[in-house]
């Protein structure tokens, strides 16, 4: 599989370099120096989202496992650094949060539920904010084949995802877990989450608290509608002022392409080229679309390379400790006093 995210990552780059120079190297790069200072605002706003969705995700751990705020803040971020830059079909950044929060001290089953029921509620919200983007569409060109096309897309999402929930209650879900560990060779994965069973026990007991789960679906699709803003910066600073309407139906069909390319590590050149279609469906040419490309991939990179480094320090730390703490458990201990040297000494007093 990680050979198939190296081969995605290289044609997505090729993909990337020949968008630009078949639209023009150097209006592309006017286009994006235009963004200058902007691109500080952009990542700030970006930045919003992103601690909102790590907010909400700590809504799903119950009383006495919750993490801290900013625990929970920095092991988001992390994890959308992996997704963003690393070749791994979109699960990395869950599976990187969960093994955070457990080096902090949660409980593995814990941390996995969380995870597994946040990714849940989070393709739930993204689904419904799809659909927003496609009446938006409808609003703009009425019905079209595009339209058509992610609207049965998102009614095969809505059927997986229920599948999905379905399975979730039956324990399928740790039995997949289970299944995982034996091909890994090595009970690694097992343990970490307390085993399947522990694992699909507190699944089941997440979903009894209705008002959390309704907590962090709201704040997800929160979220979501609000990384609009980011697109709306980037093309204020551009120089293209845009309507709210625009910059949520580009945002939000973006994030159901990026979604759907999953295998393709980032979405590089595939968001460029959906980009570039509905840019010009609302008056973008294709050369300030890929501008607009190139600024988030800019932000990614931003946000994404320093919560990259962040993860190999936290696990630099835990490796050092778990070290530190297996050679003092192996170390011998230092030898007492004798009974001959007990008795010299009484002698001598």
């Known amino acids: 599989m990680r050979r198939w995210g190296y081969i995605g990552l290289i044609v997505g780059i090729a993909l990337v370099i020949g968008l630009v120079c078949f639209q023009g190297a150097g209006d ?4 994006v120096a235009a963004v200058s200072w902007g691109i500080v605002v952009v990542v700030l706003v970006r930045l ?3 601690m909102l969705d790590g907010y909400v995700w700590r809504l799903l751990f119950l009383e006495g496992h919750r993490p801290p705020v900013l625990t929970a803040l920095w092991a988001r971020w992390i994890g959308e650094a992996v997704n963003t830059l690393v070749p791994a079909f979109q699960v990395g950044g869950a599976v990187v949060r969960s093994r955070l929060l457990v ?9 996995g539920a969380s995870v597994v029921v946040d990714l849940t509620l989070s393709t739930i919200t993204l689904l419904f904010f799809t659909l927003v983007g496609i009446g938006l569409l409808m609003a703009h060109h009425g019905e079209s084949d595009i339209a058509r096309a992610i609207g049965y897309c998102v009614a095969g999402g809505f059927v997986v995802v229920v599948l999905l929930c379905v399975f979730q209650q039956r324990g399928f879900f740790g039995w997949i877990m289970g299944l995982a560990a034996r091909f890994a060779r090595g009970k690694a994965w097992d343990n970490a989450i307390g085993g399947a069973q522990a694992l699909d026990e507190a699944i089941l007991d997440l ?3 209705r008002w959390l789960l309704a907590g962090n679906a709201t704040g997800q699709l929160a979220a979501w509608t609000l ?3 980011e697109i709306y910066a980037a093309l204020y600073f ?5 309507s709210i309407a625009d910059a949520l139906l580009l945002e939000s069909l973006i994030l159901a392409t990026r979604t759907a390319a999953f295998f393709v590590p980032g979405a590089l050149g ?3 080229g959906v980009l570039v279609l509905l840019g010009g469906m609302i008056g973008l040419g294709p050369e300030v679309a890929l501008a607009l490309s190139l600024v988030k991939r800019v932000r990614e990179l931003v946000i994404g390379v320093p919560g990259l480094l962040a993860w190999q320090i936290a696990e630099g730390k835990n490796l050092f400790s778990r070290s530190a703490r297996r050679a003092a458990a192996s170390a011998p201990e230092p030898p007492g006093p004798t009974a001959s040297s007990t008795s010299r000494s009484r002698e001598a007093l």
């Not at 551009?238 to 845009?242: I, K, N, P």
């Open 270 to 272: 595939v968001q460029e």
């Open 28 to 31: 592309v790069a006017a286009a």
């Open 238 to 242: 551009m120089g293209y002022e845009v």
């Open 48 to 50: 919003v989202p992103i």
């Open 207 to 209: 979903y009894r608290h």
């Open 227 to 229: 990384g609009a803003a």
């Open 103 to 111: 080096m902090r001290g949660v409980p593995g089953r814990i941390a």
